[in-house]
T-cell receptor, first 114, second 115 residues
Framework: AQSVTQLDSHVSVSEGTPVLLRCNYSSSYSPSLFWYVQHPNKGLQLLLKYTSAATLVKGINGFEAEFKKSETSFHLTKPSAHMSDAAEYFCVVSWGGSQGNLIFGKGTKLSVKP | DAGVIQSPRHEVTEMGQEVTLRCKPISGHNSLFWYRQTMMRGLELLIYFNNNVPIDDSGMPEDRFSAKMPNASFSTLKIQPSEPRDSAVYFC?????????????FGEGSRLTVL
């Protein structure tokens, strides 16, 4: 069975410090993995995606994620948080070639303190 | 392109009333998705269409929910009769053909409150 677990429901960091949002997945197939961001009262926006090419994926706004098959992880990182990064982040796993086969994690709310 | 357009952005209605949510996908996208987001259950896929044809509606909660896509540029999600537990934010998303798991483009959502 396919599943995705975001290990933290809420992460708080200070502006200028690193961000780490953790995601573990379970998939019987070779998955595609995504991170989406949702700002308040907005729809979700794609940050980055992994589709079996390079294991280190760079996304928008300075975010990146590393696919680690041995650890079944796809953690999202950013070296230096900005106030505008405060939002909810969703890890998503996709498999089987169908865009309907997407499972969203429960989300991690990132707070950034001045 | 204006992106995925949803209407209304906010709807407050009374239990038992019919609710119709509308979505205009991005031009050229051939897949359309309806999601529901609540605090308790997170994001749930309700139904998705490919080339205007419903592919998977297993997420539709019950017969009170129905969705249509009469053409490539318009879809509706209808709830009749509505109940307080239907209160949620409903998102429409579209995507174009692509490799495994193409990017989804989301609308800004329709926030439904059923009293």
């Amino acid at each position: 069975a396919q599943s995705v677990t975001q290990l933290d429901s809420h992460v708080s960091v200070s502006e200028g410090t690193p961000v780490l949002l953790r995601c573990n997945y379970s998939s019987s197939y070779s998955p595609s993995l995504f991170w989406y961001v949702q700002h308040p009262n907005k729809g979700l926006q794609l940050l980055l995606k992994y589709t079996s090419a390079a294991t280190l994926v760079k996304g928008i706004n300075g975010f990146e994620a590393e696919f680690k098959k041995s650890e079944t992880s796809f953690h999202l990182t950013k070296p230096s948080a900005h106030m505008s990064d405060a939002a909810e982040y969703f890890c998503v796993v996709s498999w089987g070639g169908s865009q309907g086969n997407l499972i969203f994690g429960k989300g991690t709310k990132l707070s950034v303190k001045p | 392109d204006a992106g995925v357009i949803q209407s209304p952005r906010h709807e407050v209605t009374e239990m038992g009333q019919e609710v119709t949510l509308r979505c205009k996908p991005i031009s050229g996208h051939n897949s359309l998705f309806w999601y529901r987001q609540t605090m308790m259950r997170g994001l749930e896929l309700l139904i998705y269409f490919n080339n205007n044809v419903p592919i998977d509606d297993s997420g539709m909660p019950e017969d009170r929910f129905s969705a249509k896509m009469p053409n490539a540029s318009f879809s509706t999600l209808k709830i009749q009769p509505s109940e307080p537990r239907d209160s949620a934010v409903y998102f429409c998303a579209s995507s174009s053909p692509g490799p495994l798991g193409g990017e989804l483009f989301f609308g800004e959502g329709s926030r439904l409150t059923v009293l």
